[in-house]
């Protein structure tokens, strides 16, 4: 029988479903309960105006369930809040692979970062520019590659 982290790990995101919320870092834990013996997984919601995050939640009770834990606890947690940070390497390697660029690393220390030019996923020509805040969903905008000509989705750093 697969581990209920292992289960829960490979929940893919919804909305950028070469991703998994583990890549994401919107996974934050996967407990039992010493006392019920039921699973508890704690997950921190992305972007505000996700929709995605009901259907993660079904996602994950799904996934436990096919390893035989459907009783689940599923919180969510808002603090620390979530940030592009929390994006593993794997995960961004990932996004650049489905030509997806990924977000720039946001600064934790309130020094003004200096604009970083996104880089196109096809290319790498950092000559590029935004067209629309939004992309094909409210957590990405759409940019075009003044190099290559090529639109892509760029995942908003917050
Ligand atoms: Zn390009």
Redesign the pocket.
């Known amino acids: 029988m697969k581990d209920p982290r292992e289960a829960v790990a490979a929940v893919v995101d919804p909305e950028i479903r070469v991703v998994t919320i583990d890549d994401l870092g919107i996974l934050r834990a996967v407990d039992e309960d010493p006392a019920t013996g039921r699973v508890v997984v704690t997950i921190t919601p992305t972007y505000t105006g996700c929709p995605a995050m009901d259907v993660i939640r079904a996602d994950i009770r799904r996934a436990l369930a096919a390893v035989g834990r459907p009783e689940a606890d599923v919180r969510t947690v808002y603090s620390p809040a979530w940030s592009t940070d929390w994006i593993s390497d794997a995960g961004r390697a990932k996004l650049a692979a489905a030509g997806i660029a990924p977000p720039s690393p946001v600064r934790a220390d309130n020094v003004v970062p200096l604009t970083l030019a996104v880089r196109?996923?096809?290319?790498?020509?950092p000559?590029?520019e935004q067209v629309s805040r939004f992309g094909s969903t409210a957590c990405k905008a759409l940019w075009r590659?003044?190099?290559?000509?090529?639109p892509?989705d760029h995942l908003k750093a917050l």
């Open positions: 196109c996923p096809r290319c790498g020509s000559e590029t590659c003044r190099s290559c000509r090529e892509f």
